[in-house]
């Protein structure tokens, strides 16, 4: 029974990514302006809102569905109203993956590439673009690390790791309805020219099979409307919208770790009732949610036998450790000319961010990104305009200095506070705070054993003719080290020596 190998082994919730890759969705669309809108002049802007509406996996396919909301703000002739047309472009896309897929963890991250609107006659549009989709899948696998092992003189080095035990996912998609109403000050609402919607999440808590999830939908609402001399003019207004919400997950409790994306799918706001004052908006959330629980304990990394010659193996998929949040903030500003007369009045600015990039250089990481700034507003002569500039922004991330290469980092910015000032009658300078925040899930290090076998039919080779050796050990190699190479114990090296200096009395096994 001596020369038995004994293992216990944990199991551990790995996962596996099957599916991560970027693609393009093509919009190729002929537009009619329908009857009861006025004839085109000037195109002031033309964007695309995409979402996506649903997804699925069937077998070994994954396919979603998205909407692009395509809002066209232009101008008519001898007319000073910003008019706006919509118009929503289905989208699909489908994709192979590992057949089999449990639990799957879904990402998809859709944005504008670019979009280009033509003016064919004035009643006719010609637009072309194009809405970039990253997705990413990853399964459920089940793993299993060796934690302890005894018999056939086997040695074991042990690390204490917090490891996953369990993980659970979940999504729901869910729409948020929600009365609003205009202060006093401000006139009645006429067409919507944008409306901006930025999520803050908030605090979860779990009860039995449930998590509540909370945060806040901040609404930037530019509509055109008329002032109280009957002149067309345009107006900001600026809303927060409380969430709550709760999500199924059969066996989650205050053991696990959630963490929650939560996007929106699209806000649209409208008119309630008579007088315009009173507004309804409706806000569609998309929200994904997964929940590990993590359990400590010590785990194996490497293995000998004193006796015999012996195999092991390593997990073969990459354990994570708990997710660090990161969170960096960085200012960005820009200047805008308009170069057709005198600024009369700037009705609203927004910002918008691009998809991050990560830059790494020899210990420090920071997240790249692009900052789109428009203003709208009427020169003296009370004809709109819209002035548009992109300017590069980089913020450095607050990392571990011994991160893992192979760490995951997922990233989203967003443009916070932003302020702008006329410098003269011709020029706005803006100023706009950019806030980034994510997740970092880094492998454990050294690698953790799966398994290990005794080869018993090779026996370890002695050398009779000494009972010690002396050996001089290098700066690089530890205890372990040494036992390893000599097949001998860490115990034995340690109680035959004062550990003192770098020349130690190796003790051979009979």
Known sequence: MENELRTLRENVSAVKTVLNCQ????????????????????ILKCTVEPSVTSQSINGSKLSFDAEGLVRILYLSENDDRINCIEQRLPMSKAFDIEDGCISPEVRIVLG???????VVNRRRLDLRGAVSAAVRVKCLCKEQILTQASGGGIQLKKQLITYPAARLTASKRMTL??????????????????????????????????????????????????DQNGADTAETMRFTVPISQMIDIEGIDESFEPRVEMTAAGCTVMPKGEGGTKLECEIILNLSCTAVKFLTGEAVTDAYSTKYECETEKCSLPIEGPAVKVSASCQSECTLSYAEGDIGVVYGCYAKCSALTLEREEGRTAAAGTLTFTAIGANSDRHPFLLENSVPFEAELDLPGDLDPEAEIDLTAQAGALSFYLTDTSSIDLKAEVKIRGNVSAPISGGVLSTVRLLTDKPKERDQSCALKLCRCSGKEDLWDVAKRYSTSVRAIEEENDLSDGLLLIPIES
């Open 23 to 42: 693609t393009e969705l093509s919009i190729e669309r002929d537009f009619v302006l329908p009857d009861y809108f006025p004839d085109i002049f000037r």
């Open 112 to 118: 504008c590439s670019y979009m280009n609107c033509r």
């Open 177 to 226: 309805i929600e009365d609003l109403e205009l202060p006093s000050s401000k006139p009645a609402l006429g067409t919507v020219l944008r409306c901006g919607c930025e999520i803050t999440p908030g605090e979860e808590r779990m009860i039995a099979g449930k998590l509540i999830t909370k945060g806040e939908a901040e609404i930037e609402l530019l509509y055109s409307c008329v």
